[in-house]
């Protein structure tokens, strides 16, 4: 592993936790659709980029920012992007 990227590409289910601090579901069973590119893939194969004050979680197909978890305020916060919608 390099320290040279500061930001660690992982998949959805590193941020299942993360996700189930706020909303207080497991969302990396559920199935989105991306506004993008109208792919619809299960949110643990999402591509997520990692670090300490956020996680970005991307649409695996067209790289659209499906939504993104920041850290820097004092409580966790969840910002939408390209994810339309949501299924079981
Ligand atoms: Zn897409």
Redesign the pocket.
Known sequence: MSHDHPAARVDGNAIAGQVLDILGIDVTGLRGT??????EACLAEAVVELDDSAAIVR??????T?FTVLHTDASPRLIFG?LGSLSA
């Open positions: 991306c506004d993008g590119c109208g792919s649409c695996r197909s067209c790289t659209r499906l390209s």
